[in-house]
């Protein structure tokens, strides 16, 4: 299985509403991402899970709220969006989050969320 | 500043030929580099990749390049089909794990 899973595939959400994303993988990868994807824009890192422990948050709002309840789960808490918070919102996993010798940090991605802040 | 830049927003190429997509970084500390492709509505899905002690890296159709004195990565698509038709993105990693990625190049391979 070298598939990354995310649910639900879109998302109507208004600014008071609590939602979440959520991301599965089954490829033994300790390390997972969320990205967010503007339209004609390059992915944004958000958040980094290394062995279930958050180890990067690029500054995110706390609106945006991450879990990693497990290893192979990755959830993305939302409460409270603006409008400007609609975008595609991309689960990644890796094997692991620092590369080994020749290992690359190929880092396999989910088809994404697409989100409606109204 | 942008540390990995793709400087064409977008490519036309004819079917069959070659389709050379461009990718600059400014980080000599970059390990490795990947290149990913996306289609609408999609996750980006990973391609090939380059080590950057190596120069030169194939896989069937797909050729990745590595200048490292000019800090220039290319992808050589050969020969170029309409399915290849997609934005292809640049990335670049190094010792924190993390990828940088360009903004993008939209390659339109026409029958």
């Known amino acids: 299985d070298t598939e990354v899973t995310q649910t639900p595939k879109h998302l109507v959400m208004g600014m008071t509403n609590k939602k979440s994303l959520k991301c599965e993988q089954h490829?033994?990868?300790?390390?997972m991402y969320w990205y967010k994807q503007k339209a004609k824009k390059p992915p944004e890192l958000m958040f980094v899970y290394s062995y279930e422990k958050l180890s990067i948050n690029e500054s995110v709002p706390s609106r945006f709220s991450p879990e990693c309840p497990n290893s192979s789960l990755l959830n993305l808490h939302l409460h409270a969006l603006q409008p400007e918070d609609s975008a595609l919102y991309l689960c990644?996993?890796?094997?692991?989050?620092?590369?080994?010798?020749?290992?690359?940090?190929?880092?396999?991605f989910g088809p994404g969320t697409r989100l409606t802040v109204l | 500043d942008q540390q990995v830049k793709q400087n064409s927003p977008s490519l036309s190429v004819q079917e069959g030929r070659i389709s050379i997509l461009n990718c600059d970084y400014t980080?000599?500390?970059?390990?490795?580099f990947l290149w990913y492709k996306k289609y609408p509505a999609e996750g980006p899905t990973f391609l090939i990749s380059i080590s950057s002690i190596k120069d030169k890296n194939e896989d069937g159709r797909f050729t990745v390049f590595l200048n490292k004195s000019a800090k220039h990565l290319s992808l050589h698509i050969v020969p170029s089909q309409p399915g290849d038709s997609a934005v292809y993105f640049c990335a670049a990693g190094g010792s924190q794990g993390n990828l940088i990625f360009g903004k993008g190049t939209k390659l339109s391979v026409k029958p």
């Open positions: 980080n000599s500390m970059f390990d490795y």
């Open positions: 990644a996993s890796s094997q692991d989050y620092f590369p080994l010798a020749d290992l690359y940090n190929e880092q396999f």
């Open positions: 490829m033994g990868h300790r390390a």
